[in-house]
Structures are given as C-alpha cells and as structure tokens.
C-alpha cells in the first residue's frame, strides 16, 4: 500500500492510497466550503494517478464523510466525467447505510455516469 496524496484540515481529510490493480481514497469528516480548495485538485491528481498506474477501480470510502456540500459534489462530478471520458477505471463508491444523505446523493450520482459508477453500502 503506497500513499499517493492526502490533504488534511480541522473538519476534513482525505487520504488516497495504492492498493493492488486499484486507489482507495478515504473520506472523513465534513465536505464543506472549507475542504473545496482541496478537493478538485486531490481529485485532479487522483484521476491522473489512475490513468499512470493503469488502475482498474478507485474505491471512494464515503463511510466516515458527515457532509458534502453542493461544490464539492460538483467536484465529484467533474471527476466522473473525466474519469467516463479518458480513463478506463470504474469507480465505487463505499457509503454508510446510517447516513440518509449519501443514499439519495449517490444514487444521482449513479445515473450521471451509469456505465462507471457503482455503490456499496454497509
């Protein structure tokens, strides 16, 4: 397991690591307008690790995220599209079954890029 990028504030961190054919990017805390600095360019960063290290699947641990603001779905959703438009990698989705927001959240994610998007909820 070899750590590719992390970022790390009072509310939010994230931590993306390499893991077999795959990236596993853990999410804890709160998604906010504070974390949005950090986000795009993790994600950014995320997609072309992927790309170099011809990953087959990011799994994208939700489990522990409290919150998610709209800019930063809107992040999430612009690396679905370069993810479906470039890249040949799928992306899961790990979520917690207690958080009610994640399961309405995720779903419209899942129709925004069927073909790529799966979810897992625990």
Known sequence: MTELVSISDAKFSARATHVGAGILL??????????KRNLARM???IHEHAKALGAEEVRMDIRRLT???SSCFKDVITWLDRARAD????ITFLSSATQHWQKRSLHALSCFARDLVSIEAS
């Not at 853990?26 to 974390?35: I, M, Q």
């Not at 890249?87 to 799928?90: C, D, K, T, V």
């Open 26 to 35: 853990e999410l804890t805390g709160a998604a906010d307008a504070t974390a």
């Open 43 to 45: 994600l950014g960063e």
């Open 67 to 69: 919150f998610m603001n």
């Open 87 to 90: 890249a040949r990698y799928r």
